[in-house]
């Protein structure tokens, strides 16, 4: 059963940098893709970056430059660095995850709806 666990979550000023982990288990394909999303009250869910088993990322504009993703396969565990954090970028983060990959991860990035499997989440606050 797979299982995906976020950590790294928390409060900061603006300006600041959080990097986000998410551990999975019992995670065993070869063509996937993973990524972060993230809620706000009141607000759907969107997607932050995405990253494909080939290693090839798609991020949303609104990160773009100030945000990374990243995968370690030897520690099965999913990345997203945040820099330059604003108050906009308050939410709760999720990290999700989909196999079989069939489309790409500018198609993926934009359907959550169309990942299977996903963490609890982590909060990030970001006060002005």
């Known amino acids: 059963q797979v299982q995906l666990v976020e950590s790294g979550g928390g409060s900061v000023q603006s300006g600041g940098s959080l990097r986000l982990s998410c551990a999975a288990s019992?995670?065993?394909?070869?063509?996937?893709?993973m990524g972060w999303f993230r809620q706000a009250p009141g607000k759907e869910r969107e997607g932050v970056a995405v990253?494909?088993?080939?290693?090839?990322?798609t991020y949303a504009d609104s990160v773009k430059g100030r945000f990374t993703i990243s995968q370690d396969n030897a520690k099965n565990t999913l990345y997203l660095q945040m820099n330059s954090l604003q108050p906009e970028d308050t939410a709760m983060y999720y990290c999700?995850?989909?196999?079989?990959?069939?489309?790409?991860?500018?198609?993926?990035?934009?359907?959550?709806?169309?990942?299977?499997?996903w963490g609890k989440g982590t909060q990030v606050t970001v006060s002005s």
């Open positions: 019992g995670y065993t394909y070869s063509n996937y893709f």
């Open positions: 999700a995850a989909e196999s079989p990959a069939y489309y790409s991860g500018y198609y993926y990035y934009r359907r959550p709806w169309l990942f299977r499997y």
């Open positions: 990253i494909g088993s080939d290693g090839s990322t």
